[in-house]
């Protein structure tokens, strides 16, 4: 919670707004009593790396990768948000389920983002990596986030990248500077998932499985 609490927005190119759920009250709420249901201990995790928050995910619920209906349902942590479903959380908890539900997964995997806060260029979700000179501003800010990531409890023998394009091909760039873990791992990003290849559910949900079982 100090980390989330401490992350302070990165100065980025004009235009570029940079989105902090946490500094809201509520939602600082419920990202404590998330953290305090499934991490209240001092067991190590391995970090999973999405993106960066999106407006209607963690940019609502503060929690990566998890919108208010699976904050809810999945994780058991009433909230008054509207009941609104994000593609990239509907598959995250459908593979958490298979997985064996959210206490078992997150005793052992901490879910989080190469940059853990936002970006949107008028109105709109923007990567990190969308734009060079976004990525190099917001390097040190990122470069900080994992190190202190690393030093509350993230493994450093494995790490798990969602995405195997830009941010994976950046996370290696950064990981070779700076040897912050062993191993790498590069998963599809569930979004695209979900909007093209849908029909394929089964056979990416089988690839996380296998990844995450093998790496536990």
């Known amino acids: 919670m100090r980390f989330y609490?401490?992350?302070v927005a990165p100065r980025v190119p004009a235009?570029?707004?940079?989105?902090?759920?946490?500094?809201?009250?509520?939602?600082?709420?419920n990202v404590r009593a998330f953290l305090d249901t499934f991490f209240d201990d001092d067991k190590p995790r391995v970090l999973v790396f999405g993106i960066n928050p999106g407006r209607f995910g963690a940019g609502i619920t503060g929690v990566t990768f998890t919108d208010p209906v699976a904050l809810a349902d999945s994780c058991g942590i009433a909230n008054d948000l509207p009941r609104r479903r994000?593609?990239?959380?509907?598959f995250i908890y459908d593979f958490i389920e298979r997985y064996g539900g959210a206490r078992a997964l997150y005793q052992r995997f901490f879910l989080t983002a190469i940059s853990p806060l936002g970006f949107t260029r008028g109105g709109t979700n923007l990567n990190y990596y969308d734009e060079a000179k976004l990525a190099r501003a917001v390097t040190p800010f990122i470069t900080s986030s994992i190190e202190r990531q690393i030093?509350?409890?993230?493994?450093?023998?494995?790490?798990?990248?969602?995405?195997?394009?830009?941010?994976?091909?950046?996370?290696?760039?950064?990981n070779g500077e700076h040897r912050?873990?062993?191993?790498?791992?590069?998963?599809?990003?569930?979004?695209?998932?979900?909007?093209?290849?849908r029909k394929q559910l089964g056979h990416y949900l089988a690839k996380y499985e296998q990844l995450f079982r093998a790496i536990s």
Do not use: C, W
């Open 5 to 7: 609490r401490g992350l």
């Open 86 to 90: 994000e593609l990239s959380s509907v």
């Open 180 to 197: 912050f873990f062993g191993e790498l791992h590069a998963l599809e990003h569930p979004r695209p998932i979900m909007q093209y290849r």
């Open 151 to 174: 030093a509350a409890g993230g493994r450093r023998d494995h790490a798990i990248v969602l995405g195997k394009g830009a941010n994976m091909k950046f996370m290696q760039r950064l």
């Open 15 to 29: 235009g570029i707004t940079v989105m902090n759920p946490y500094a809201d009250v509520r939602i600082a709420r």
